[in-house]
Structure formats: structure tokens, C-alpha cells
């Protein structure tokens, strides 16, 4: 008979040497598993003499339950340094600052777009928008531009057909509202054009905002007025705005309208070509015309109307140097007007 203390002290030596629960699992197995050393012993017990069994038996069973608390005591601390080694190469280390969630930002242009309604939001005005394919009536005649009118060679036009075209200036937007509405009238009319044209300040596609106000009494000096507003929000505290005389059919008088350049503020730069100003926008008091072309009496009433290009607008404040990067859809270019 093999002596149970050899078996005991052979298994302490093996249980201690299994580093992981795998081993220590293998171990047992080798000493208490069906084909192991312990039941084989159990087996070999009908070999043995009759009387000397039951002591024999005992010593086994002794034994068994010896080696159950040996690799029990064993499995504990091999089960605890797993653990703690798992807990170490899952540690989070919670300074570490956290994958960034991606998300989307307003392209420069709806920012633009957004802050231009702030301000004149700010100033009473509400959005109208009107459709991006217009008829000759809303784009030209009602703005007192007549078929032949050489004022129409000013702006390149998309035809879609004789009658409808891909509207060219939100001025049209103008007729469709005072057609509808009857003074007093505030409008602010975002949205894009079509003019076949194409430099780096030019895109056949653009925004522009458009502005009327009619009522009793309205002057220039109201006009001007709130473009200052505009120019000291939107550019700098220190912007003015100057009046020019130009040309619109649908405006009498009309102006082209500079604002003081924020980059060297006014004194002279690249940006500005040396001139000190910018121009932003063409505007002008209401033609009688159009208003008499939407019913509503010039004697009673005068307006003002203004359109400016968001493109425009934004390449001057923030110092974009080629309206093609607009719809070039490049990340780098749109991150930097995120939030
Ligand atoms: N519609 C003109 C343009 O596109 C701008 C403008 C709007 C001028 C309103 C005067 C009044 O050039």
C-alpha cells in the first residue's frame, strides 16, 4: 500500500507549484478525478485482507478530505491573485480624458445666415422665404425690370423654361410678401441664388439676405440707420457704414453700401484695397413702382430694401479668401467653425 502521507505531500507539492486555476484544476483532477491517485487506492480495496479494510478505508477517506482542503486553501489564493491581476489590466484610469464624441458643426454660411436673423430679428424683423424657382413676374417685371430692360443683362440668368428661371436675387421675395401683406412690413428673406458667374468671389450658386421695411415716413437716414447697427454687431463696435450712389431698377434712389474695413479699421489694407471701405450691399428706397405693382399707395407709404450676399458677409469676417471653399465640403476648412 502507497503511503498516504507520500500521496499528501505529493499533492501539496504539485497544488502549490499550479499557478492558475487551469493547473490547480488539472492537479485535482490527477489526485481525486475518476482515473485518479486517490480512487485508484479505493479501487485497489478489494485487493486487500477483509479485516484490515475498514481502517484501511478510513485512512482513505482521511486522505481524500485532506486534499479537498489542501486544494480548496490552494484555490482560494490562486483565484484572489487572478483576480487582482485582472483588476489590474482592467484598471480605467479615470483621468484620462475620454474619446471625443464626434459631432457636427453649422456650416460657416447658416451661422452667418443665423446671426444676420439675429440682429435684424433683434430690430422687429420676420423671415419670409421665398421659392428658388421663380417666373420673369417676381424676378424681374414686378421689380419694375421689364423684358428688354438692359438692368437684366446684370445678372446672368438661369432659364429653366421661357417663363420660369432659377431666381437670381431674393428681391423677388419682396413682390410675393406685398402682395400678401400690406404695411407696416419688416422682412428679412434668406435664401439661394442663381447668377451664371464663377471667380473666387463668384459662385453660380449663393445666399443672399434681403431686407424691406415699409411704412409711414420711412427715410434713407432709417436705412442707414439700422445698417450701422448691423455693421457695429456684425463687424466691429467701431464700423460705419457710407452711402454710394448706384443703380436698381426696383430702387429709387438705390446705393451701394460700404462698411469701414474691420481689419485695419479704415485706414488702409489689402483687404480693403487701400480705400479704407468694403462694400457689402446694394440697397436703396422702394420704386414707386413696385409698390404701386403690389397695391400698395407710394403716396401713403415709402420703404427701404436692402440685399447683401452671406458668402460676402462671412468671407469678410472671417477672413475667407475663396468662395469655392463654401462647397468644397473640406473638414478642415468647416472645423474651424465649430463650437
Ligand atoms: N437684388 C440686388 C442684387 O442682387 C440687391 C438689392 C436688394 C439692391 C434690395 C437694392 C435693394 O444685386
Redesign the pocket.
Known amino acids: 500500500m502507497e503511503d498516504t502521507e507520500k500521496i499528501a505531500e505529493e499533492a501539496q507539492a504539485e497544488a502549490e507549484k499550479a499557478e492558475n486555476s487551469q493547473a490547480l484544476y488539472e492537479v485535482k483532477t490527477r489526485f481525486l478525478g475518476r482515473t485518479g491517485k486517490v480512487t485508484a487506492l479505493l479501487k485497489s480495496m478489494k485487493e486487500i485482507a477483509a479485516e484490515r479494510r475498514p481502517a484501511f478505508g478510513k485512512q482513505i477517506n482521511a486522505l481524500r478530505e485532506k486534499l479537498e482542503q489542501l486544494f480548496a486553501a490552494r484555490e482560494e489564493k490562486v483565484k484572489a491573485r487572478e483576480l487582482e491581476a485582472r483588476l489590474a489590466e482592467e484598471r480605467a484610469d479615470v483621468t484620462m480624458p475620454a474619446r471625443r464624441r464626434k459631432k457636427g458643426g453649422l456650416h460657416p454660411i447658416t451661422r452667418t445666415k443665423n446671426e444676420l436673423i439675429d440682429i435684424f430679428a433683434g430690430m422687429g424683423f420676420e423671415v419670409f422665404e421665398g421659392p428658388e424657382i421663380e417666373n420673369e413676374y417676381y424676378n424681374f417685371t414686378a421689380l419694375n425690370t421689364p423684358k428688354d430692360h438692359p438692368a437684366r443683362d446684370?445678372?446672368d440668368t438661369f432659364y429653366l423654361t421661357d417663363e420660369f428661371l432659377l431666381r437670381?436675387?431674393?428681391?423677388a421675395g419682396?413682390i410675393r410678401l406685398m402682395e400678401k401683406k400690406k404695411p407696416p412690413i419688416k422682412m428679412l428673406s434668406p435664401g439661394r441664388?442663381f447668377r451664371s458667374d464663377d471667380d473666387a468671389t463668384h459662385s453660380p450658386m449663393f445666399h443672399?439676405m434681403?431686407g424691406l421695411v415699409v411704412d409711414r415716413g420711412i427715410t434713407l437716414c432709417d436705412l442707414q440707420g439700422m445698417l450701422d447697427q448691423f455693421a457695429r454687431t456684425m463687424f466691429a463696435e467701431t464700423s460705419k457704414t457710407r452711402l454710394r450712389p448706384s443703380y436698381?431698377p426696383?430702387?429709387e434712389p438705390?446705393v451701394e453700401v460700404d462698411v469701414s474695413c474691420a481689419s485695419c479699421g479704415g485706414r488702409g489694407c489689402a483687404l480693403c484695397k487701400g480705400t479704407g471701405w468694403i462694400e457689402v450691399?446694394?440697397?436703396?428706397m422702394v420704386n414707386r413702382r413696385v409698390l404701386e405693382n403690389c397695391g400698395i399707395d407710394p403716396d401713403e407709404y415709402s420703404g427701404f430694401?436692402?440685399?447683401m450676399g452671406i458668402e460676402r458677409i462671412a468671407m469678410l469676417k472671417y477672413g475667407i479668401n475663396h468662395i469655392r471653399l463654401f462647397t468644397e465640403n473640406d473638414l478642415r476648412f468647416l472645423q474651424q467653425f465649430e463650437d
Open positions: 446684370m445678372q437670381t436675387q431674393t428681391s419682396q441664388v443672399q434681403e436698381f426696383f430702387t438705390s450691399l446694394g440697397a436703396g430694401a436692402f440685399g
